[in-house]
């Protein structure tokens, strides 16, 4: 099938489920979805010519993995988005069964994209690093595979990141190798055409690491205060206490790169967030010099099939869009500051005091709203928010823990993700129609989680097992 036939029945699925989709109380306000079918990572994020670009990986004949294309999003600010025509489809022999996650660069005035394309043959598959080009941003040329699968490793060979340091261009990709590690492999080049493969330049019994997953996906890599951050989504890793307790994991290393080479002194792992929902997370730096990442709200495990959005022919959304700052050793994320043009109407403002005998102060949350609370002087008193009846954020100091918990939308039970914590000073949270995102002071830890309450339920409580002092601030949000 040629890409016109494939944008024919892509435009027809997507009205086909128009009705269906009107009629959602879970289709996000001011989150980046699919219009039907599946979203998963997201791709290709750049500022070209003053826009804002994320493609994504899209399936948008059903709401499993199957063949995937590039759904494309334009934005001038972060906030308003329209959305394109896909920008790639699995239409040739070398991407046939899905055109897999990639990287956009801009060189001599044209959109470059780069991603894998993938080719089974029975039980057998087939991968290429391909690259495609637009004079426009929207309309793309195919130019083929530049990179063939290397030795040393299984077909599971994808996701490319390219950058430019110094007058050369690099890619990242991630990789398993034929012992089943995970790896991610190093290339470069002069002219975006011809590579040359430099080896692996982190990965499983690596840079002091011994086996640490079976394979790595979606790898980043950048420069920030003269330090080299990779960013990479393991799968393979065990829970290790309150860590790695999703079934993949997204996060990043700190070192030093020593250009040009497979060099590539690192610390140990840290993850991304600390929520049910977060995955294959990329960045891109805009024309303000900021690091903005946006990460995939999801992740391919058992609860996936239960989500209720299916049921209305689509499912998954992206994160919203955060800028990143080094600190030390950890990496913070903030929302975008252009976020501020969702406030429609400020609905509180004020200091709050819980008191003892389980005195609680209780609010309502609009469909869309953005919550401030900061905490004066805390001490032993457990601080517990409890948002829409389904989903709890539970700080201890005494165990230096914060807790988010839900309810499962597969069977109801309450499942939680924690993270130590010393001590809680701010808690920032957006909250959609069906998902929550929480910044804890100041983006030292993040909670990313879709949930699904009843969509009359609208109850904010804060409780105390003792006594606590509150600042809340709260706005509705629209778009």
Same mark, same amino acid.
């Given at each position: 099938?040629?890409?016109?036939?494939?944008?024919?029945?892509?435009?027809?699925?997507?009205?086909?489920?128009?009705?269906?989709?009107?009629?959602?109380?879970?289709?996000?306000?001011?989150?980046?979805?699919?219009?039907?079918?599946?979203?998963?990572?997201?791709?290709?994020?750049?500022?070209?010519?003053?826009?804002?670009?994320?493609?994504?990986?899209?399936?948008?004949?059903?709401?499993?993995?199957?063949?995937?294309?590039?759904?494309?999003?334009?934005?001038?600010?972060?906030?308003?988005?329209?959305?394109?025509?896909?920008?790639?489809?699995?239409?040739?022999?070398?991407?046939?069964?899905?055109?897999?996650?990639?990287?956009?660069?801009?060189?001599?005035?044209?959109?470059?994209?780069?991603?894998? @394309?993938?080719? =089974?043959? $029975?039980?057998?598959?087939?991968?290429?690093?391909?690259?495609?080009?637009? !004079?426009? #941003?929207?309309? *793309?040329?195919?130019?083929?595979?530049?990179?063939?699968?290397?030795?040393?490793?299984?077909?599971?060979?994808?996701?490319?990141?390219?950058?430019?340091?110094?007058?050369?261009?690099?890619?990242?990709?991630?990789?398993?190798?034929?012992?089943?590690?995970?790896?991610?492999?190093?290339?470069?080049?002069?002219?975006?055409?011809?590579?040359?493969?430099?080896?692996?330049?982190?990965?499983?019994?690596?840079?002091?690491?011994?086996?640490?997953?079976?394979?790595?996906?979606?790898?980043?890599?950048?420069?920030?205060?003269?330090?080299?951050?990779?960013?990479?989504?393991?799968?393979?890793?065990?829970?290790?206490?309150?860590?790695?307790?999703?079934?993949?994991?997204?996060?990043?290393?700190? @070192?030093?790169? =020593?250009? $040009?080479?497979?060099?590539?002194?690192?610390?140990?792992?840290?993850?991304? !967030?600390? #929520?049910?929902? *977060?995955?294959?997370?990329?960045?891109?730096?805009?024309?303000?010099?900021?690091?903005?990442?946006?990460?995939?709200?999801?992740?391919?495990?058992?609860?996936?099939?239960?989500?209720?959005?299916?049921?209305?022919?689509?499912?998954?959304?992206?994160?919203?869009?955060?800028?990143?700052?080094?600190?030390?050793?950890?990496?913070?994320?903030?929302?975008?500051?252009?976020?501020?043009?969702?406030?429609?109407?400020?609905?509180?403002?004020?200091?709050?005091?819980?008191?003892?005998?389980?005195?609680?102060?209780?609010?309502?949350?609009?469909?869309?709203?953005?919550?401030?609370?900061?905490?004066?002087?805390?001490?032993?008193?457990?601080?517990?928010?409890?948002?829409?009846?389904?989903?709890?954020?539970?700080?201890?100091?005494?165990?230096?823990?914060?807790?988010?918990?839900?309810?499962?939308?597969? !069977?109801?039970?309450?499942?939680?993700?924690?993270?130590?914590?010393?001590?809680?000073?701010?808690?920032?949270?957006?909250?959609?129609?069906?998902?929550?995102?929480?910044?804890?002071?100041?983006?030292?830890?993040?909670?990313?989680?879709?949930?699904?309450?009843?969509?009359?339920?609208?109850?904010?409580?804060?409780?105390?097992?003792?006594?606590?002092?509150?600042?809340?601030?709260?706005?509705?949000?629209?778009?």
């Amino acid at each position: 099938m040629n890409q016109q036939e494939w944008l024919q029945q892509v435009a027809a699925k997507v009205k086909e489920n128009e009705e269906n989709r009107k009629k959602d109380p879970y289709r996000l306000l001011f989150h980046l979805m699919p219009p039907v079918g599946l979203l998963n990572d997201p791709n290709g994020l750049i500022q070209y010519r003053g826009r804002y670009h994320v493609f994504y990986q899209w399936n948008p004949f059903a709401t499993s993995h199957g063949p995937k294309f590039w759904g494309h999003y334009i934005s001038d600010d972060l906030v308003h988005w329209e959305e394109k025509p896909p920008a790639l489809t699995p239409t040739e022999w070398y991407d046939k069964h899905g055109c897999y996650s990639g990287s956009a660069i801009e060189e001599a005035g044209k959109l470059l994209l780069f991603y894998t @394309g993938n080719v =089974k043959k $029975g039980e057998q598959r087939e991968t290429y690093q391909c690259a495609a080009v637009s !004079d426009n #941003g929207v309309q *793309f040329e195919k130019e083929g595979p530049v990179i063939l699968l290397p030795a040393g490793f299984t077909a599971h060979f994808r996701d490319p990141k390219v950058w430019k340091r110094n007058d050369r261009w690099y890619m990242v990709v991630g990789a398993q190798t034929i012992k089943e590690e995970g790896v991610v492999v190093l290339f470069s080049s002069s002219d975006l055409r011809n590579w040359h493969y430099k080896g692996p330049i982190a990965g499983s019994c690596m840079n002091g690491l011994g086996h640490f997953g079976y394979m790595w996906e979606c790898p980043d890599f950048f420069q920030m205060d003269d330090k080299d951050i990779l960013l990479v989504s393991p799968q393979g890793l065990k829970p290790d206490g309150y860590r790695y307790e999703n079934l993949f994991q997204s996060g990043y290393f700190i @070192g030093e790169w =020593k250009e $040009g080479t497979t060099e590539f002194a690192h610390g140990e792992f840290s993850e991304l !967030d600390r #929520g049910f929902d *977060f995955y294959a997370a990329q960045t891109f730096k805009d024309e303000q010099g900021r690091r903005i990442m946006i990460g995939w709200m999801g992740i391919t495990d058992e609860q996936e099939l239960f989500q209720p959005t299916i049921k209305k022919g689509w499912v998954h959304a992206l994160t919203l869009p955060r800028e990143l700052v080094l600190e030390g050793t950890k990496l913070l994320q903030k929302p975008v500051v252009e976020l501020m043009k969702l406030r429609r109407k400020e609905t509180f403002h004020g200091h709050v005091s819980l008191g003892m005998n389980g005195k609680t102060w209780g609010g309502i949350c609009e469909e869309a709203s953005e919550i401030k609370v900061q905490f004066d002087e805390l001490g032993e008193e457990k601080i517990e928010i409890e948002i829409r009846g389904n989903v709890t954020l539970l700080f201890c100091p005494i165990k230096k823990l914060f807790t988010l918990r839900r309810k499962s939308y597969k !069977d109801g039970a309450v499942e939680s993700r924690t993270c130590e914590l010393l001590r809680l000073e701010d808690v920032h949270i957006f909250l959609d129609t069906s998902s929550l995102e929480v910044f804890i002071n100041g983006g030292q830890e993040v909670f990313t989680a879709r949930f699904f309450a009843d969509p009359e339920e609208r109850s904010i409580v804060f409780k105390t097992n003792g006594r606590a002092n509150l600042f809340i601030q709260k706005w509705k949000l629209g778009n």
